[in-house]
């Protein structure tokens, strides 16, 4: 082999490696910070995995929101109307966090059901849903406006 071929070769080689090696570790970091959307439907069946940082979102469930009087502990239910969720939650919440108004938990999944949240994210006025809810209420056949059957004059 001619010794400029056998140069060039090497050098193709050495940015080969270096780009597999810039690939596998970004793909490494990006799976590490992914947080994957689950509806309480997909949660009740036991789709989602337990220990890993997942969001959580459907509509807060009248008459579920339970505050600890010693401390800022919160649990709730986040409901997509057909199945429930039990979320706890150590924190301020947003001003805009009420019953029956849509949220997006991000947190864990623990072996017992119960979703720990460490962030609350509150929609941020009466017209706006996260795609997420919107779509996992869509699949309900739930609006995001209201708890009766969605039709098809309706936004989400």
């Known amino acids: 082999m001619h010794p400029i071929r056998k140069k060039r070769l090497t050098i ?4 080969l490696a270096g780009l597999s090696v810039a690939v596998g ?6 799976r590490q910070n992914i947080n994957l ?3 309480p439907s997909q949660i009740a069946a036991g789709e989602a995995p337990t220990d890993v940082r997942i969001r959580a979102g459907g509509m807060v469930e009248e008459g579920s929101v339970e505050r600890d009087t010693e401390s800022l502990k919160v649990s709730f239910r986040v409901t997509d109307f057909n199945a429930s969720v039990p979320v706890e939650y150590d924190g301020i919440l947003p001003d805009l966090f009420a019953e029956g108004q849509g949220v997006v938990a991000m947190g864990r ?3 017992n059901g119960r979703f720990v949240a460490d962030q609350v994210l509150a929609k941020h006025d009466e017209n706006y849903m996260p795609p997420e809810v919107a779509e996992a209420l869509k699949k309900a056949g739930k609006s995001a406006t209201n708890t009766g059957p969605a039709t098809s004059g309706e936004t989400y």
């Open 12 to 15: 193709v080689l050495f940015l």
């Open 25 to 30: 570790l970004t793909t490494y970091a990006l």
């Open 37 to 39: 959307f689950y509806d």
């Open 109 to 111: 999944l623990n072996p």
